[in-house]
């Protein structure tokens, strides 16, 4: 199992770089399931040894000696190296530690905002975001934005997409139910519901709407959209 020449283009970013080895490596399971399963492994073991590095920049600078961690993993479970790419092995491992210290710094970010948002009695505190608003304009699809009620964690997810069968932009919105101390997903809302238009206007004026309603007292329903 011999790794390719890596794009050019993916040479200078390491999580770019990562995440492309990453791809060449699992694709063997289709032909060899005895090399993925010791794949499998050595990725899982070395990442547990990479746990004491809580920044990307700290793996960049590990980076060379990993493979030696990937060796020192199939060593300690008694597997053969023979046959492993360990430079493809070394790489996934590195690009899975990496999405781990992402999403831990992203949930930490979520908690601090929803803790800033609670402080200043903000009754919506904005989470995540994708693309960007021109102005007063309308963003230009793709847009996705999900807000969260503080007060019970009513979320409202707002996009912008193409509609394949007209090619024109389609504004939609919908409600799930989110944890209001993290914001975690739980699921749908009480009334999940969701809409889409045709034209920004309503869809502003929608989610506006739900913005500015109150909080449903204790066993009640969140607003629907009609």
Known sequence: MNSDRLAPLALNDPRSRWREAEGRLYPVAMVRPDLYERSLVAVRETVDQ????ETVEALVEIEPQVRGLVRKALTER???????????????????????????SARSRQLEMIGRARARHEPWVALAESGERRGDRAPLPPYHRLEMRVADGLGLHVYVDFDPSTARPV?????????????????EAASPAAAE??????????????????????????????
């Open 78 to 104: 008694e597997l053969s190296t023979a046959e492993l790419d360990l430079e493809l092995i070394s790489s996934a491992a590195l690009n899975l530690r990496s999405t781990q210290i992402e999403a831990a």
């Open 50 to 53: 990479l746990q004491r590095f």
């Open 171 to 187: 504004y939609g919105m919908h409600l799930v139910q989110l944890d209001p101390a993290t914001g975690d997903w739980l699921g």
């Open 197 to 226: 238009f045709d034209r920004p206007e309503p869809w502003d004026d929608e989610a506006q709407r739900l913005r500015e309603s109150s909080p449903p007292a204790a066993g009640g329903k969140p607003p629907v959209v009609p």
